[in-house]
């Protein structure tokens, strides 16, 4: 059974950092394409950025220069790195797998697996 654990989330101060990680279990494909996406409240599932089995990454360019995401394929874990933080930033973060491919995607539809998110709250 695969599952995908998030972690990292809490409540940062604006202009503060996170980094949250996704490990994920029960795949047999360790070179997956991961994705994270966030949903504020009342808001659309969005993606943030997401990454293929070589490492290859895209990003969204509204958070260019702030969000990045990585993996360690050694411990089957993605990461995203947050900085300078925003109170608009205040979402849940959800880690998600396309599973079998090392393709990534933009669309929400095409990962096959996702995490339980997790909370990012920005604020003073």
């Known amino acids: 059974q695969v599952q995908l654990v998030e972690s990292g989330g809490g409540l940062v101060k604006p202009g503060g950092s996170l980094r949250l990680s996704c490990a994920a279990t029960?795949?047999?494909?360790?070179?997956?394409?991961r994705a994270w996406f966030r949903q504020a409240p009342g808001k659309d599932r969005e993606l943030v950025a997401a990454?293929?089995?070589?490492?290859?990454?895209f990003d969204v360019e509204s958070m260019k220069g702030r969000f990045t995401i990585s993996r360690d394929n050694t411990r089957n874990t993605v990461y995203l790195q947050m900085s300078n933080l925003k109170p608009e930033d205040t979402a849940v973060y959800f880690c998600a797998s396309r599973g079998s491919s090392i393709n990534y995607s933009t669309s929400r539809n095409d990962y096959k697996y996702w995490g339980q998110g997790t909370q990012v709250t920005v604020s003073s």
């Open positions: 990454i293929n089995g070589q490492g290859f990454t």
């Open positions: 029960g795949l047999s494909n360790t070179r997956d394409a």
